[in-house]
């Protein structure tokens, strides 16, 4: 799975639930919420106030890209 700031969020947890601590670390607690896994990763660290690249970086990272 290749991970942009438009990836929904929902979409990477069912790839990999394993990543779920890269969004709790960051204060990304909602994760069970059906909204939350209907957003893009962008739009979750823009109202979390956290570095949406970075995050992108990280998940690709795991997904071996």
């Known amino acids: 799975m290749v991970v942009t700031k438009d990836t929904i969020i929902g ?23 059906p909204s939350a896994r209907g957003e893009s990763v962008g739009e ?11 995050l992108v970086a990280k998940l690709n990272k795991h997904f071996g890209n």
């Open 11 to 33: 979409d990477i947890l069912d790839a990999d639930a394993a990543v779920a601590p890269y969004f709790l670390e960051i204060g990304m607690h909602c994760l069970g919420c």
């Open 44 to 54: 979750a660290c823009m109202v979390h106030g956290t570095d949406a690249d970075a």
